[in-house]
């Protein structure tokens, strides 16, 4: 029978996941409106979103440091106050440098708590004893998805004010409740040195190959980040431009590839526990890598959608068990370079895929989703002993 303070910070921690998600999610759907709202051409808006960009990787390392000093059961709370207040800001710029700036403090919210409750959820899943990681990363995911239907639905009824407004009220309102428990809770000491198994902390000294095996875990981050944003932004217009599906057909690619992923996270403890982390590595790198090669050389719309479907619940679990395994071996310093070189290869994606789409075509530039999948499983199986075990 798990302690009942660590059921209650595991709830608590599981609803800060699910309003990073929610907040993140309610303002990209936005994003149109304000583009007009601020009268920004398509590349100064793409300018003012770099912002988000890069607060969010110069916050993660500094985040890292702040939670070795404060604890991250603090840093997080701060952070989602401050994620919170910030998302109401970009509706109320009227130029796109405004919005740059105001968005760079919207990332560094966002790259912050990032760090911080994923290093709080690596102490407890040590504690715990069981590989619960990617149950976090399935809150962010459902999250996620709610954020942006319920942006879909008041889109036509509220402006971007009053709807990111709410997202401030809601996001204070959990910060509150879930924040309480957070900050009564010490949060769980890591268990004695000597324990292996899935799930638990190693011990070992922060020496040159414990930093080189979080590299290579952010590695495994990047490749499957890449992949995330790499869906997010070309997997409809593939859908469009190269098999002549509706734009409503086209909308769905993306869905079936969030709600696989959102299953496949559900289902990532009973996975780990199985297979163990190796073997989830390779086998999750390998099915993302056929998936995506049915997605992106499908003949048809319906195979298509379901190459992204398998990739989706390929790729679900590597992100999880990568900052999960680098947070037990160093700590919030782990977190955060597994986070930031995860968050890289999201923020690589979309350009990588534009320009080899440029040189090649947008299914020979999709294929490179498959190739890092693969190398993802392919790094996993290399590394086994000394990342994993």
């Not at 869905?255 to 999750?284: D, K, W």
Request: glycine share 12%; hydrophobic share 50%.
């Amino acid at each position: 029978m798990p302690d009942p303070s660590l059921v209650r910070l595991r709830i608590a921690l599981t609803a800060f996941f699910a309003l990073d998600g929610f907040v993140f999610a309610g303002w990209v759907v936005r994003i149109p409106a304000v583009k007009e709202q601020t009268h920004a051409s398509a590349g100064a808006l793409g300018l003012a979103l770099l912002g988000v960009s890069a607060g969010a990787v110069v916050t993660m390392t500094l985040t890292g440091r702040l939670c070795r000093r404060y604890g991250s059961h603090p840093v997080t709370v701060v952070c989602a106050v401050l994620l919170s207040l910030s998302v109401a800001l970009p509706p109320l710029t009227h130029s796109a440098p405004a919005l740059g700036a105001v968005l760079l403090v919207f990332g560094a919210a966002y790259g912050g708590i990032n760090v911080a409750f994923n290093s709080a959820a690596v102490d407890l899943v040590a504690a715990l004893r069981r590989p619960v990681m990617p149950t976090f990363h399935a809150a962010f995911s459902l999250g996620g998805m709610a954020g942006a239907g319920l942006g879909g639905l008041v889109a036509g009824h509220l402006s971007p004010t009053r709807h990111l407004l709410s997202l401030t009220l809601i996001g204070l309102l959990v910060t509150a409740v879930a924040g309480r428990t957070l900050l009564r809770i010490t949060p769980p000491a890591p268990p004695p040195p000597g324990l292996t198994r899935p799930g638990e902390r190693d011990t070992r000294r922060l020496d040159g190959r414990t930093r080189a095996t979080v590299l290579v875990l952010g590695l495994i981050a990047l490749c499957t980040a890449y992949g995330e944003g790499a869906m997010a932004d070309w997997g409809a217009l593939h859908l469009t431009q190269d098999l002549a599906a509706s734009p409503g057909v086209a909308a769905v690619g993306y869905s079936c590839f969030a709600l696989a992923m959102t299953v496949g996270r559900l289902t990532g403890t009973t996975l780990l526990e199985r297979l163990g982390r190796t073997r989830t590595i390779v086998a999750g790198g390998c099915v993302g890598a056929v998936g995506m090669l049915l997605g992106c050389l499908a003949p048809t719309v319906w195979a298509a959608l379901l190459g992204f479907a398998v990739t989706g619940l390929g790729l679900a679990n590597l992100f999880p068990v990568a900052v999960e395994r680098a947070g037990a071996l160093a700590g919030p310093s782990g977190v955060a370079t597994a986070s930031t070189l995860g968050y890289g290869g999201m923020l690589l994606g979309p350009p990588a895929i534009g320009f080899m789409a440029e040189w090649l075509s947008l299914r020979a530039a999709l294929t490179s989703v498959a190739v890092l999948a693969a190398v993802a499983a392919a790094i996993g199986f290399a590394t086994r002993r000394s990342a994993y075990e």
